[in-house]
């Protein structure tokens, strides 16, 4: 499921792909460790490097818990606009049957 809001594509599967690089080990130990190659500082490994690991996972952390709060209110959105289309149309159907009822008596 994918949805449009602001210009940007949500979709599960980049949720999904975000839980996954929590899981690649011990993140900034530095290079060819789990850590990867994602700058000088992670490279290099140490307490710096871990602490830029961390700050980088409560970044995506973060924004996924934003991206699936917008989801959820253009759920919410989406749901209200097709509830009033419903009331919409069945005032117009019940307008409809009492026309037909009209021309039926005459």
Not at 9 to 32: I, P, Y
């Amino acid at each position: 499921m994918n949805s449009i809001r602001n210009g940007r594509v949500l979709s599960l599967n980049t949720v999904k792909n975000l839980r996954f690089m929590s899981q690649l080990g011990d993140l900034g130990s530095g290079a060819g460790k789990g850590g990867g190659g994602g700058g000088s500082i992670r490279k290099a490994g140490g307490a710096f490097g871990k602490a830029e690991a961390a700050k980088e996972e409560e970044f995506f952390y973060k924004k996924q818990r934003e991206q699936l709060k917008e989801l959820k209110t253009h759920l919410h959105d989406e749901i209200t606009f097709h509830e009033e289309q419903i009331k919409r149309h069945q005032e117009a159907i019940a307008r409809h049957k009492e026309g037909v009822k009209k021309l039926d008596t005459q």
